[in-house]
T-cell receptor, first 113, second 116 residues
Framework: NAGVMQNPRHLVRRRGQEARLRCSPM?????VYWYRQLPEEGLKFMVY????????ESGMPKERFSAEFPKEGPSILRIQQVVRGDSAAYFCASSPNRRNEQFFGPGTRLTVL | AQTVTQSQPEMSVQEAETVTLSCTYD???????LFWYKQPPSRQMILVIRQEAYKQQNATENRFSVNFQKAAKSFSLKISDSQLGDAAMYFCAYSPSGGSNYKLTFGKGTLLTVNP
């Protein structure tokens, strides 16, 4: 059973460009969570999605950030008009139901030049 | 809001020795969950151990055990017989029970070095 997959592993963008981060949950998991890890910090919760629904986006910046988890395909975290402060590692986790035993992917390291 | 504090930015231990990593947290809840995650250089987050606050017995997973002191809001991780593969960043995390039990709050981490 493959684990949580994230791609790309590394992403470099220039200021003002868009970043699209993908997360494929573990097989049988319909709940996805996104976390952001700034340098020398712990992970911070951003958003919780269940298939086709955003359940909790309380940790997501109000502007430029959006997330989706369509019926088919991976979950996408989209950052528009990236700024240097968006440089971080973005982790996706999944679970089979609404719970805290989450399985993490390897993360996407976003660097904004 | 809940907070998790790891007061040791870095720790080191000799191979085969025992090391304890500290974690304190702040919450007004009576029921919640606590976790230790390991993040090796590959950056993959791996769950090491999980404790439910209503359980008085300390959780144990092989060489990893916790000392959970609910009144003191302390949750330390003990690694026995340390191995080179234990070298990693260790994060303590908290989640509430109930409707928001998916929302993990992490500390800033402790970097553990294992010396041969």
């Amino acid at each position: 059973n493959a684990g949580v997959m994230q791609n790309p592993r590394h992403l470099v963008r220039r200021r003002g460009q868009e970043a699209r981060l993908r997360c494929s949950p573990m097989k049988g998991h319909s709940h996805v969570y996104w976390y952001r890890q700034l340098p020398e910090e712990g992970l911070k919760f951003m958003v919780y999605l269940q298939k086709e629904n955003i359940i909790d986006e309380s940790g997501m910046p109000k502007e430029r950030f959006s997330a989706e988890f369509p019926k088919e395909g991976p979950s996408i975290l989209r950052i528009q008009q990236v700024v240097r402060g968006d440089s971080a590692a973005y982790f996706c986790a999944s679970s089979p139901n609404r719970r805290n035993e989450q399985f993490f992917g390897p993360g996407t390291r976003l660097t904004v030049l | 809001a809940q907070t998790v504090t790891q007061s040791q930015p870095e720790m080191s231990v000799q191979e085969a020795e025992t090391v304890t990593l500290s974690c304190t947290y702040d919450t007004s809840e009576s029921d919640y969950y606590l976790f230790w995650y390991k993040q090796p250089p590959s950056r993959q987050m791996i769950l090491v151990i999980r404790q439910e606050a209503y359980k008085q017995q300390n959780a144990t997973e092989n060489r990893f055990s916790v000392n959970f002191q609910k009144a003191a809001k302390s949750f330390s991780l003990k690694i026995s017989d340390s191995q080179l593969g234990d070298a990693a960043m260790y994060f303590c995390a908290y989640s509430p029970s109930g409707g928001s039990n998916y929302k993990l709050t992490f500390g800033k981490g402790t970097l553990l070095t294992v010396n041969p």
